[in-house]
């Protein structure tokens, strides 16, 4: 009688362990998108775009948001010749031909990460955004001559830094789950660049600025909350994990760095209000304060929208 010598068989490292699933390890299969991820998407964009409203309304239809914003434009002249310099060749980047390319180049990372849904929403982003800019710059809003003469038409939100902020956003959506926080990073510093730039060539008042960032933030929440099955992060091997402790840690510090310069600009504020004094020229003061409230929005709406991205990329195994 012969020994049965065929080989035992070896079982799946990847099937389910007993209970159901293999602890610690990511399964490759059919994904679902996560609701509750999607809802909180939803609702951001729900918000950001109410804080558009809330910042034209306090800076753009009260005397006393005018008179803040003016005072911010007039102290822009302060050190413009040497600052102008930086600003001038920041604000040149911003084309036509710069959003064709940015889009492109989002679309063609989409693309090659097999993800076509995420290609066309990086498109409808940053197509979204720029035109509800133009809309509501050009056609929606209106300035009131609340202050002694005219102050000019209306400018809010500025087009400048929505460009440099969607196309940093639909960066971020495209790209590689594990590469978000560092696209993020450069999101952050170019969109708040291009925002301050726009201060300091008196292009813009801080509310346009601030204004830009919500509509971006708006349309990028808005996008990540219809994200369908086909547009999920995969794993690239069954032991990859979905855990990316980079992206909170970086969206952690961006929200500290934002609350803490927020907090510095609101006092700042009350001193220009007359709560207290201040100890710099009040239009120097406003240019500050109003550069200061820029960056902090800038890396507030990045670290939003990386968490946002993250949540609602992330598929529901």
Same mark, same amino acid.
Request: charged share 10%; net charge positive; hydrophobic share 55%.
């Given at each position: 009688?012969?020994?049965?010598?065929?080989?035992?068989?070896?079982?799946?490292?990847?099937?389910?362990?007993?209970?159901?699933?293999?602890?610690?390890?990511?399964?490759?299969?059919?994904?679902?998108?996560?609701?509750?991820?999607? @809802?909180?998407?939803?609702?951001?964009?729900?918000?950001? /775009?109410?804080?558009?409203?809330?910042?034209?309304?306090?800076?753009?239809?009260?005397?006393?948001?005018?008179?803040?914003?003016?005072?911010? @434009?007039?102290?822009?002249?302060?050190?413009?010749?040497?600052?102008?310099?930086?600003?001038? +060749?920041?604000?040149?980047?911003?084309?036509?031909?710069?959003?064709?390319? $940015?889009?492109?180049?989002?679309?063609?990372?989409? *693309?090659?990460?097999?993800?076509?849904?995420?290609?066309?929403?990086?498109?409808?982003?940053?197509?979204?955004?720029?035109?509800?800019?133009?809309?509501?710059?050009?056609?929606?809003?209106?300035?009131?001559?609340?202050?002694?003469?005219?102050?000019?038409?209306?400018?809010?939100?500025?087009?400048?830094?929505?460009? /440099? *902020?969607?196309?940093?956003?639909?960066?971020?959506?495209?790209?590689?789950?594990?590469?978000?926080? #560092?696209?993020?990073?450069?999101?952050?510093?170019?969109?708040?660049?291009?925002?301050?730039?726009?201060?300091?060539?008196?292009?813009?008042?801080?509310?346009?600025?601030?204004?830009?960032?919500?509509?971006?933030?708006?349309?990028? *929440? /808005?996008?990540?909350?219809?994200?369908?099955?086909?547009?999920?992060?995969?794993?690239?091997?069954?032991?990859?994990?979905?855990?990316?402790?980079?992206?909170?840690?970086?969206?952690?510090?961006?929200?500290?760095?934002?609350?803490?310069?927020?907090?510095?600009?609101?006092?700042?504020? &009350?001193?220009?209000?007359?709560?207290?004094?201040? +100890? @710099? *020229?009040?239009?120097?003061?406003?240019?500050?304060?109003?550069?200061?409230?820029? &960056?902090?929005?800038?890396? #507030?709406? @990045?670290?939003?929208?990386?968490?946002?991205?993250? $949540?609602?990329?992330?598929?529901?195994?």
């Amino acid at each position: 009688m012969l020994a049965d010598t065929r080989p035992l068989p070896v079982p799946d490292p990847w099937g389910p362990a007993p209970g159901g699933r293999a602890p610690g390890r990511a399964r490759v299969g059919p994904t679902r998108a996560r609701t509750g991820a999607r @809802f909180v998407a939803g609702l951001v964009a729900l918000l950001a /775009a109410l804080g558009v409203g809330a910042i034209y309304r306090l800076f753009v239809t009260t005397a006393a948001g005018q008179e803040v914003d003016e005072l911010a @434009f007039t102290g822009a002249a302060y050190g413009q010749g040497w600052l102008w310099l930086v600003a001038e +060749p920041v604000l040149d980047v911003v084309s036509i031909a710069f959003v064709v390319v $940015a889009i492109g180049a989002a679309m063609l990372v989409a *693309a090659a990460r097999r993800r076509w849904v995420v290609a066309v929403q990086v498109a409808v982003l940053v197509v979204g955004a720029n035109m509800t800019t133009q809309l509501l710059k050009h056609q929606l809003l209106e300035r009131p001559d609340l202050l002694d003469g005219w102050n000019g038409p209306n400018t809010l939100p500025s087009g400048h830094t929505t460009v /440099a *902020a969607s196309v940093s956003a639909a960066l971020l959506l495209a790209i590689p789950r594990t590469w978000r926080p #560092a696209v993020a990073v450069v999101g952050v510093l170019y969109t708040g660049a291009t925002g301050v730039s726009t201060l300091v060539g008196q292009w813009h008042r801080p509310s346009d600025v601030i204004a830009a960032l919500l509509v971006v933030l708006a349309w990028g *929440a /808005a996008v990540c909350a219809v994200t369908p099955a086909a547009s999920l992060d995969q794993p690239r091997t069954p032991s990859a994990s979905f855990a990316t402790p980079g992206s909170s840690v970086l969206a952690g510090l961006l929200l500290l760095g934002a609350f803490v310069g927020g907090g510095i600009a609101a006092t700042a504020m &009350a001193g220009l209000a007359g709560v207290w004094s201040v +100890p @710099f *020229a009040p239009d120097l003061t406003a240019y500050a304060v109003g550069a200061l409230a820029v &960056a902090s929005v800038t890396a #507030a709406t @990045f670290a939003v929208l990386l968490v946002v991205r993250q $949540a609602s990329a992330r598929p529901r195994l």
